[in-house]
């Protein structure tokens, strides 16, 4: 157990940027809203899923509401990958894997952003709803690196 104390801030692995070689994941939003209380939340930012590389196969990780959905996609290339889910409707950003974090990562309730952020490596207790997720991810002062938000990986919101 770490004899730091909580109220100095993070260990430095913990503040630092994504190690090297650690990877990279597709995050994506989507708009669909099967529960009410989903349509409360920003139009085309209604829940989001992470989608890592693993030797040119896809894992993508899904968090529904009744179940957590795992699935391999093989036999694609990141290009055809995104164009297919930007065909979809959904928007997706290209996000660095954070990988040698020493601190457990802060308590929250078990949503959609929550696992993408656990599956990023991604410590930010407040970001909460798929919006805000995406913004971090293209924020400049974001953990990890800047997102091309705009560029040929994302849909424009």
């Known amino acids: 157990m770490s004899t730091q104390s909580s ?3 993070p260990a430095p692995a913990d503040r630092g940027a994504p190690a090297a070689g650690a990877g990279r994941a597709l995050v994506v939003f989507r708009g669909g809203a099967e529960l009410w209380w989903l ?3 920003k139009p085309g930012f209604r829940h989001c899923f992470a989608m890592v590389e693993q030797d040119g196969q ?11 959905e795992v699935t391999l996609v093989a036999g ?15 928007t997706v950003v290209v996000a660095a894997l954070r990988r040698g974090l020493t601190r457990p990562a802060p308590w929250a309730p078990f949503t959609c952003v929550e696992a993408v952020k656990r ?9 909460i ?4 997720l995406y913004r971090h991810l293209c924020a400049r002062d974001a953990a990890v690196p800047p997102a091309p938000c705009h560029g040929p990986f994302s849909v424009a919101a």
């Open 58 to 68: 896809w894992l993508s990780i899904d968090a529904l509401a009744p179940f957590m």
């Open 119 to 127: 599956v990023l490596g991604l410590h930010r207790r407040w970001l």
């Open 7 to 9: 109220r100095s801030g």
């Open 129 to 132: 709803t798929p919006w805000q």
């Open 76 to 90: 694609v290339t990141e290009s055809e990958l995104v164009g297919w889910l930007r065909s979809q409707g959904m």
């Open 39 to 41: 349509r409360l939340l």
